[in-house]
Nanobody, 116 residues
Framework: QVQWVESGGGLVQPGGSLRLSCAAS????????MSWIRQAPGKGLEWVSA???????LYADSVKGRFTISRDNAKNTLDLQMNSLKPEDTAVYYC??????????WGQGTQVTVSS
């Protein structure tokens, strides 16, 4: 059974930073592509970033240069460092297994609100 524990969301002012964390279990984390996805109010799911077991990263154009994805295979954790946050980054962020176009499961999400 796949389980997810996401944390780190909250309210931040524009230009601020947040770090999201996700602990996953129930599958072979170390060999899996892992992603962060998000859903803004009234919109569909948007893929944000992905990282494979070898360290290769992918980012959506909207977050490139501001967000950094990382993982710790020993702890089965996935992080997302978010800098220079904008109001349009406001969304529920989900940790997911897979990569863009091939996501298989995701967690319950953590709310990120960027507002002054």
């Amino acid at each position: 059974q796949v389980q997810w524990v996401e944390s780190g969301g909250g309210l931040v002012q524009p230009g601020g930073s947040l770090r999201l964390s996700c602990a996953a279990s129930g599958f072979t984390f170390s060999s899996s592509w892992m992603s962060w996805i998000r859903q803004a109010p009234g919109k569909g799911l948007e893929w944000v970033s992905a990282l494979n077991s070898g360290g290769s990263t992918l980012y959506a154009d909207s977050v490139k240069g501001r967000f950094t994805i990382s993982r710790d295979n020993a702890k089965n954790t996935l992080d997302l460092q978010m800098n220079s946050l904008k109001p349009e980054d406001t969304a529920v962020y989900y940790c997911a297994r897979g990569t863009v176009g091939a996501l298989t499961s995701w967690g319950q999400g953590t709310q990120v609100t960027v507002s002054s």
